[in-house]
């Protein structure tokens, strides 16, 4: 707790800010961090971070425990604060607040009994809701799969719900009761100092529950209370067009189930495979390589260049340079997430001889004299 950045700080707020200036800066760095949005490293972690920042100032009683107290006030930083994060929310085009922290922190909403740990604290902050572990799953692609989206079944071991006691553990015919010690929260509160001045209090998951909120009396016999049972599961993939080499792809609620929250989530690593024939560039360009004799270029020919669509007939104009740039419009990969397609670049090179016999080094010397004299 002692880590913890100050609020105000991390909203950009002097300590006398009004409830609208919190609101109107929380708004601000919501758009700027949201993961819909913002993709780069630690964008996640930042809106946690603000998010918990605005569930305490935005809420009267919480900001004056956290200006008297500070963070050691503040432990149930999400319990009632829905109202907040719905006027926040509603239009900012994400959704209501609910399905923002389900598809990102792992609960239903984020507050209240049923939650787990929807910042990612790790701690529990109502009772036994967690999500559940995620999957990784690495996907072979080729430059072609990139072009057209590729399109496969795959099976994937994992953990799923149990049939025979619907995932709740308990054996069919009975149900799990709640905790009496906890009244189902799945976490106690201790005081352990109090003056005039200051209460400190500890929140630790329930001994008797062990963090659930709830007691399985009769276990299930297939899952052994646990709620789930290893499977394999078949499942559709579609991979987009305009993939990068390294990007994970989500697939939420894919992944390992909890025995009474939210599942995990598939992670799809993608691995595009080196390409003799070209080099990828930013915004789905692509660059290859064509060898031409010194004939060719100085008298110009048409070639036949290959495409990830097959071969494009191209004009060399009379005198074309090494190293030149052919731009064939539109025959790259498509751009992920945007509109359109990358240019495929052909570079000339020019193909020298390693061996040539003595008449064909007369000739070599007789045009090179003979270029010498044009100024060529």
């Known amino acids: 707790m002692a880590n913890k950045r100050d609020y105000y700080e991390i909203l950009g707020l002097p300590k006398n800010a009004e409830k609208g200036d919190i609101k109107s800066a929380y708004r601000k760095l919501a758009l700027q961090f949201h993961p819909d949005r913002n993709k780069s490293p630690g964008a996640e972690e930042r809106f946690k971070e603000i998010s918990e920042a605005y569930a305490v100032l935005s809420d009267d009683d919480k900001r004056k425990r956290y200006d008297t107290y500070g963070h050691v006030g503040t432990e149930e930083v999400f319990r009632g604060s829905e109202a907040n994060f719905e006027e926040v929310f509603k239009d900012m085009g994400f959704g209501g607040f609910r399905d923002i922290f389900e598809q990102f922190f792992g609960s239903r909403g984020g507050f209240g009994r049923g939650t787990s740990d929807p910042f990612g604290f790790g701690f529990n902050l109502g009772g036994g809701r967690q999500k559940g572990r995620d999957i990784l799953y690495d996907v072979d692609l080729s430059l072609e799969d990139v072009l057209k989206g590729k399109k496969d079944e795959i ?22 009761r709640i905790c009496t010690v906890c009244n189902g929260q799945g976490q106690t509160r201790r005081v352990y100092s109090q003056n005039r001045f200051s209460t400190f209090v500890s929140l630790e998951p329930c001994r008797t529950c062990h963090g659930e909120g709830e007691i399985i009396e009769r276990p299930c016999g297939a899952c052994n209370g646990t709620g789930n049972i290893r499977t394999t599961k078949k499942l559709r993939l579609e991979i987009p067009r305009g993939v990068e080499d390294g990007m994970t792809l989500q697939l939420h609620g894919e992944g390992e189930p909890t025995e009474n929250g939210m599942p995990g989530d598939l992670l799809i690593r993608t691995h595009v495979r080196p390409n003799s024939e070209y080099q990828r560039l930013e915004d789905g360009h692509l660059l290859t390589n064509q060898n031409l004799s010194f004939t060719d270029l100085a008298l110009g020919t048409e070639i036949k260049v290959p495409t990830l669509e097959g071969l494009e007939k191209v004009k060399i104009a009379p005198g074309t340079q090494p190293n030149s740039i052919i731009k064939l419009k539109g025959k790259g990969l498509p751009r992920y997430g945007g ?10 090179n020019v193909k020298v001889p390693t061996k040539i016999n003595d008449a064909q ?5 007789e045009l090179d004299r003979e270029l010498r004299m044009t100024g060529e």
């Open 339 to 348: 509109y359109g397609r990358g240019d495929e670049l052909v570079r000339i």
């Open 155 to 176: 099976e994937l071991p994992k953990m799923d719900r149990c049939s025979n006691c619907n995932g709740t553990g308990a054996a069919p015919g009975t149900k799990p």
């Open 361 to 365: 080094k007369a000739l070599l010397k």
